[in-house]
Nanobody, 115 residues
Framework: VQLVESGGGLVQPGGSLRLSCAAS????????MNWYRQAPGNEREWVTS????????YYTDSVKGRFTISRDNAKNTVYLQMNSLKPEDTAVYYC?????????WGLGTQVTVSS
């Protein structure tokens, strides 16, 4: 199993970024995919999940209305569109999947929101 995040970077407050997570080594379409983040000095926190089958999505309160999770099962990729970014969104963002026997994490991608 491999999860590879990309798309992070430095953005000004109010800006946007789109993160991607390319997955391999398991049947992507069968599993819920998640994004977490970890800011310096903080514990890793759950951000959002997209359920499969069904496609329902859930968000932590602090990102509702600003972030959107989506997936492309044909490309084995999950996305996180982040709009109206705030300095408090600065963190390393991780892709995650729970295959029931084990949970897998990517290496993360850094998002920095600063003027």
């Amino acid at each position: 199993v491999q999860l590879v995040e990309s798309g992070g970077g430095l953005v000004q407050p109010g800006g946007s970024l789109r993160l991607s997570c390319a997955a391999s080594g398991f049947t992507f379409s069968m599993y819920t995919m998640n994004w977490y983040r970890q800011a310096p000095g903080n514990e890793r926190e759950w951000v959002t999940s997209i359920i499969n089958p069904g496609g329902a999505s859930y968000y932590t309160d602090s990102v509702k209305g600003r972030f959107t999770i989506s997936r492309d099962n044909a490309k084995n990729t999950v996305y996180l569109q982040m709009n109206s970014l705030k300095p408090e969104d600065t963190a390393v963002y991780y892709c995650n999947v729970d295959l029931r026997t084990r949970t897998y994490w990517g290496l993360g991608t850094q998002v920095t929101v600063s003027s």
